[in-house]
Nanobody
Framework: QVQLVESGGGLVQAGGSLRLSCAASGSIFSINVMGWYRQAPGKQRELVASITKGGRANYANSMKGRFTISSDNAKNTVYLQMNSLKPEDTAVYYC?????????????WGKGTLVTVSS
């Protein structure tokens, strides 16, 4: 089992920045990819970005340029740096992890952290 704990969410004004963190624990040796999803009120959960154990990052097209995913393998932590935030970025952001290289259904999920962007 793998446990994921997100932190770093909060209230920020439009144009501001936040950095989310996801700390992984447990059987982390089995994990090949970690990612961030978000779910806005009334909308489906969507992929924000993912990063492989080797450090290769992938972004949803709409997130490119403003969001950056990174990892610190020594700390078993994945980060999501979010810049130039917009009110439409308001959502619960979830950390996910998977044993597959290309996840279809992610194995593990955190409980989420709320990001609220005010206009």
């Amino acid at each position: 089992q793998v446990q994921l704990v997100e932190s770093g969410g909060g209230l920020v004004q439009a144009g501001g920045s936040l950095r989310l963190s996801c700390a992984a624990s447990g059987s982390i040796f089995s994990i090949n990819v970690m990612g961030w999803y978000r779910q806005a009120p009334g909308k489906q959960r969507e992929l924000v970005a993912s990063i492989t154990k080797g450090g290769r990052a992938n972004y949803a097209n709409s997130m490119k340029g403003r969001f950056t995913i990174s990892s610190d393998n020594a700390k078993n932590t994945v980060y999501l740096q979010m810049n130039s935030l917009k009110p439409e970025d308001t959502a619960v952001y979830y950390c996910a992890a998977d044993r597959a290289t290309v996840p279809v259904i992610w194995d593990y999920w955190g409980k989420g952290t709320l990001v609220t962007v005010s206009s």
